[in-house]
C-alpha cells in the first residue's frame, strides 16, 4: 500500500509494517527505514546499519542492493509527505493542531493525556514538530485512534500554512506568541501572522481556541475562517478562565481554578511552572469540547507526566535541588522559569546559556532578561559572550566563556539550602551541566 501511494517501485515481497524509523542509531526490531538526505548527512549511507540493527524493510530514493524489501521513490520526503496526507484523509477521529512560541509541546503531553483512553489518542512523536517531524509523526496516524494531537513549529515565514496543509486540524490552538526565532521571523507581528496560520481550516466545521491575554487575540479572531471560536487565559472575558495559580516547588505541584460554561474547577498538575497552568486550562478547555468528563479530565491531569528538561525538580549534589530547564531557552519562557522560582525561600542560583536567534534583538533581551534574573536569584552565572556583551554588572552576576570553568566554579557555590535553575538554549548545551549535578 505505501509503494502505491507514494507512486513507488516496490522491490521486493510487501508486508505489514507498524513503525518507522529517520535514525539508523534508533531501529527497532521491524521499523521501516527512511533514508533521508539532507546538507551534511545522507542517510542511504546508513541503510546497512539499519538493516544489521533489526529494520524490516526500507524507503530510499537512491538504488541499493539489499534482501530486505525497499521501496524506490524519486523523493523520500516526498514518500513521507504522501503518507501523511492520505493517512490524514482518511481519518475518521478529530486532529487538533497546536503551535505557539512557548508551550507546544507540554501541551500536546497534557492534552494528548487528557483525550488518551485505552490508546485512543495519537500525538506528535517527541518534539518533532518542523517540515520533516510532521510528515513522519503522521505516517502512524490510523483509525484505530479516535484524536490526533499535532504540534507545529515554525523559524521561517510560510512554515506553518505547510505544515497545516498536512494536519488539516479540526481544532486548533494557539498557546502564545513572544519574541523568538528573531532572525528568520523579524518581530513578534511576523510571529503572530505566521503562527495564525493555524487558524486557516481546510473545512468549515474549525473550532479555534485563541489566547485572550494575547495582544493579537482580535487579530486572529478577525482573520479564522473557524466556525466555533473560544478564548482561554487569564483575561476576565475569558470563555475558559484562569485564575488563583497557586505553586509548591517542594512538593511539584501547581493548583488553578478554572471557571466555564456556569462552572468553577479546581485542578492539579505535576509541574511548578505557572504558565503550565495556562498549558493545562488550554487542554482542559479542549478536552471538555470533546466531552471528556471533567472528573475524568481532573484525574488524568494530576498523573500527566511533562517532558523532559522543562523546569524537572531532582535532588542534586551537595543536598540541593535542581531544577532542568535545559531543553531550550528565549525571552519569554526564561521569564517563565524566574517567575517560578521566585517564591522559594531557598538560595536561588541561575545558571543561564545563552539565548540564540533573537537577531537584532538579542543584546536588549540579554541585558533585560540578565536584570531580571539578577534581581531574583541569589546568584546568576552566565556562559558565553551575548552575556557579557550586555555589560551588566552586579555583586551577583558571574560570567564564563568555557562550560568546564563554570561547573567548577558552580560546585563551590552550591550548598544543602540551594536551589540551582538551569537554563540555556539547546545549542549552548546546558543539559550537560545539568546531569553532572543529578545524583
Not at 540493527?53 to 530514493?61: E, L, P
Not at 535541588?321 to 522559594?344: C, G
Not at 545563552?354 to 531580571?372: A, Q, R
Amino acid at each position: 500500500m505505501l509503494s502505491t501511494v507514494s507512486n513507488g517501485n516496490l522491490i521486493g515481497h510487501s508486508l505489514d509494517i507498524e513503525n518507522f524509523s529517520l535514525d539508523s542509531r534508533n531501529i527497532k526490531q521491524g521499523d521501516l527505514y527512511i533514508a533521508l538526505q539532507g546538507t551534511n548527512f545522507d542517510g542511504h549511507d546508513f541503510v546497512e546499519e539499519a538493516i544489521s540493527k533489526g529494520a524490516s524493510a526500507a524507503v530510499v530514493h537512491k538504488s541499493i542492493r539489499s534482501d530486505i524489501p525497499h521501496i524506490l521513490v524519486n523523493d523520500t520526503y516526498d514518500f513521507m509527505k504522501s503518507v501523511a496526507l492520505f493517512n490524514r484523509s482518511n481519518f475518521e477521529g478529530k486532529v487538533i493542531g497546536i503551535t505557539g512560541t512557548n508551550g507546544k509541546t507540554s501541551t500536546k503531553q497534557i492534552l494528548s493525556n487528557l483525550l488518551d483512553n485505552n490508546n485512543e489518542c495519537h500525538k506528535t512523536s517527541g518534539n518533532k514538530n518542523n517540515q520533516i517531524g510532521v510528515p513522519f509523526s503522521l505516517l502512524n496516524l490510523i483509525n484505530q485512534y479516535k484524536f490526533s494531537v499535532i504540534e507545529m513549529g515554525t523559524s521561517e515565514p510560510g512554515e506553518i500554512e505547510v505544515l497545516n496543509g498536512l494536519v488539516k486540524p479540526d481544532i486548533s490552538a494557539i498557546t502564545n506568541v513572544s519574541k523568538g526565532h528573531l532572525a528568520a521571523l523579524k518581530s513578534t507581528d511576523m510571529i503572530a501572522k505566521e503562527k495564525g496560520d493555524i487558524y486557516k481550516f481546510h473545512s468549515d466545521n474549525g473550532v479555534a481556541f485563541l489566547p485572550r491575554d494575547s495582544k493579537y487575540f482580535d487579530y486572529w479572531k478577525s482573520s479564522t475562517n473557524a466556525l466555533e471560536i473560544f478564548s482561554f487565559g487569564l483575561h476576565k472575558s475569558s470563555d475558559f478562565l484562569i485564575s488563583d495559580i497557586k505553586t509548591d516547588i517542594e512538593s511539584n505541584m501547581t493548583e488553578f481554578c478554572l471557571r466555564f460554561d456556569g462552572l468553577t474547577e479546581n485542578f492539579s498538575i505535576n509541574s511548578i511552572a505557572q504558565h503550565n497552568a495556562i498549558n493545562a486550562g488550554l487542554s482542559v478547555a479542549i478536552a471538555h469540547y470533546c466531552k471528556v468528563p471533567i472528573d475524568i479530565i481532573k484525574q488524568r491531569l494530576q498523573f500527566t507526566e511533562m517532558p523532559e528538561r522543562r523546569l524537572a525538580i531532582s535532588s542534586s549534589i551537595k543536598g540541593s535541588s535542581l531544577i532542568d530547564d535545559s531543553y531550550n531557552s528565549n525571552p519569554a519562557s526564561l521569564r517563565n522559569a524566574l517567575k517560578s522560582i521566585s517564591n522559594s525561600d531557598k538560595r536561588k542560583i541561575c545558571v543561564l546559556g545563552e539565548m540564540k536567534e533573537l537577531g537584532s534583538e538579542s543584546v536588549n533581551m540579554h541585558k533585560e532578561l540578565l536584570s531580571l534574573a539578577a534581581e531574583t536569584a541569589d546568584n546568576v552565572i552566565c556562559l558565553g559572550n551575548e552575556w557579557l556583551n550586555t555589560n551588566v554588572t552586579a555583586k551577583n552576576i558571574k560570567f564564563f566563556e568555557d562550560q568546564d570553568k563554570l561547573y567548577s566554579f558552580l560546585v563551590t557555590s552550591i550548598n544543602a539550602d540551594s536551589l540551582i535553575l538551569i537554563k540555556g538554549s539547546r545549542s549552548t548545551r546546558m543539559d550537560l551541566i545539568a546531569d553532572k549535578l543529578k545524583l
